[in-house]
């Protein structure tokens, strides 16, 4: 229950990059109490719970791919539209601290390992597959990003190298347990292709103020990442999870439908709340 408690409160904590300095913290405390309570909690308890009806599907979700990452990442769009732009332009492309930016990315990755291996909720082996995996798509996210900085920036960034760790962090959420080391690099250098275009392509073309980058990070890569799950989940890891590589091709469409099950109704509820 405690370890659950914490996917709650840090699903809506994704969101708040999402709409910085335009709503008041009085309306926000409010807000999450609501997002946690008629959001979350369903989704949470469709994939995880004791009878969720994706779970009796057979959606995969090893720690929150969609529970967590393309919730919040729908939300925080919705959010960002709704509320508006700030007043006196975007966001600043850069930090005002990138130490503190890289700080901050190296923290959470080693968090990671907590909130990922200890899905498996025992220290065994899928455990340390799940660390494992964790480890590995996150290095070739990061790497990947950095390589299409260099192709189509001209250089490499800190910045950008930290963007696609968090890119790789996210898409291999749902996939941790279910899937081999080398099957984690693909989708590490694949959320980082679908980050890229999102960050840089997509917000530009449409203009929305999303100036930690929720929906292109964490929603557009946990979607990748779920959708992954359903094309490299391996028996050969983990009994519970098999996909189209095993030849069980319709766990990709299950993944579909959990992804776009969770897409409506994160999207509706917010907008309503």
């Not at 700080?103 to 498996?120: E, H, R, V």
Request: aromatic share 14%; proline share 4%; net charge neutral.
């Amino acid at each position: 229950m405690a370890f659950q408690m914490m996917f709650a409160i840090i699903t809506p904590a994704l969101m708040i990059g999402a709409f910085a300095e335009r709503i008041k913290f009085s309306g926000f405390l409010f807000f999450v109490i609501m997002w946690a309570t008629f959001i979350y909690n369903p989704v949470a308890h469709w994939v995880w719970g004791n009878g969720g009806w994706l779970a009796k599907d057979g959606a995969l979700d090893f720690a929150g791919g969609t529970v967590i990452h393309i919730n919040a990442g729908i939300s925080a769009l919705v959010l960002a539209i709704l509320l508006g732009k700030r007043e006196g332009g975007v966001f600043p492309k850069a930090p005002h601290n990138l130490p503190f930016a890289v700080f901050g990315a190296g923290f959470l990755w080693f968090g990671w390992f907590g909130f990922n291996a200890g899905s498996a909720l025992a220290a065994n082996g899928t455990a340390v597959i799940a660390f494992t995996t964790t480890a590995v798509a996150t290095a070739a996210a990061g790497t990947m990003w950095m390589i299409l900085d260099w192709t189509f920036n001209k250089a490499p960034t800190m910045l950008g190298v930290a963007t696609g760790i968090v890119a790789g962090l996210v898409a291999i959420t749902p996939a941790a347990g279910f899937v081999s080391p080398m099957s984690s690099i693909a989708i590490g250098a694949g959320a980082s292709i679908v980050g890229f275009i999102f960050v840089t392509k997509v917000k530009p073309l449409f203009g929305y103020d999303d100036s930690l980058d929720v929906f292109g990070v964490h929603g557009m890569c946990g979607v990748w990442g779920a959708i992954a799950t359903g094309i490299f989940a391996s028996k050969g890891i983990n009994p519970a999870g098999s996909g189209l590589i095993d030849g069980n091709a319709i766990q990709v469409w299950i993944q579909i439908k959990a992804v776009l099950t969770t897409v409506v109704f994160a999207s509706i509820g917010t907008a309503v709340l």
